[in-house]
């Protein structure tokens, strides 16, 4: 069964720099949700989308940004990278309208910031 | 929101121990409550989801009870094996918009 795909699995960045970060749900899943892990910690959340709107904002820094394109696809768009950025970014997908609320998590990209 | 608490913090069994974890949450408005998994450095596995409806959901020696009253979920492990060995989370959902994790239970099998 198709799963949720991360892109890209790590990233190097230097502090300053812009970072785009895609999440592909499982296909005819409308919800998207985008979690930040730090080392030793549990997931914390940022944002989530249901068919394509934003549907909460947890958090997450101003410098983020992301949306939800037509195609369900989901970008998280992280700018002024800070070395405190350094975490696993998760996202999961939902199919609320279908009745599968179990949320199914990518692989996570791993993103370090020089 | 939602204050999510796993304890133990951490836990050590011999290979073919029953044991129980536990998760409580302070909003009884639960939408549903999900087991995960996570091995280090890795996604988090979905190992059962429970509706705010329901009582318990099984998956092979994974049980996973809900009691909205008292804020709390169980996660009962039978037959353990040293592949059982990982981080267990557990996460709440008031609204199904987003889920509100607990620090986790790592747990340690000893072949």
């Known amino acids: 069964a198709a799963g949720v795909i991360q892109s890209p699995r790590h990233l190097i960045k230097e502090k300053r720099e812009t970072a785009t970060l895609k999440c592909y749900p499982i296909?005819?899943?409308?919800?998207v949700y985008w979690y930040q892990q730090g080392p030793g910690q549990d997931p914390q959340f940022l944002i989530s989308?249901?068919?394509?709107?934003?549907?909460d904002k947890g958090s997450i820094p101003d410098r983020f940004s992301a949306q939800q394109f037509s195609d369900y696809h989901s970008e998280l768009n992280m700018s002024s990278l800070e070395l405190g950025d350094s975490a696993l970014y998760f996202c999961?997908?939902?199919?609320?309208?279908?009745?599968?609320?179990?949320?199914?998590f990518g692989q996570g990209t791993r993103l370090t910031v020089v | 929101k939602q204050e999510v608490t796993q304890i133990p913090a951490a836990l050590s069994v011999p290979e073919g121990e029953n044991l129980v974890l536990n998760c409580s949450f302070t909003?009884?408005?639960?939408?549903?409550l999900q087991w995960f998994r996570q091995d280090p450095g890795k996604g988090l596995t979905s190992l059962l989801l429970?509706?705010?409806?329901?009582r318990e959901q099984t998956s092979g020696r994974l049980n996973a009870s809900l009691d909205k009253s008292s804020g709390r979920s169980t996660l009962y492990i039978a037959a353990s094996q040293p592949g059982d060995s990982a981080t267990y989370l557990c996460?709440?959902?008031?609204?199904?918009?987003?889920?509100?994790f607990g620090t986790g239970t790592s747990l340690t099998v000893i072949p």
């Open positions: 999961a997908s939902s199919g609320r309208d279908r009745g599968e609320t179990e949320a199914f």
């Open positions: 296909p005819r899943h409308d919800t």
């Open positions: 989308f249901y068919e394509k709107m934003q549907s």
């Open positions: 909003d009884s408005a639960i939408y549903n």
């Open positions: 429970i509706q705010s409806s329901q």
């Open positions: 996460a709440a959902s008031n609204t199904g918009n987003q889920f509100y």
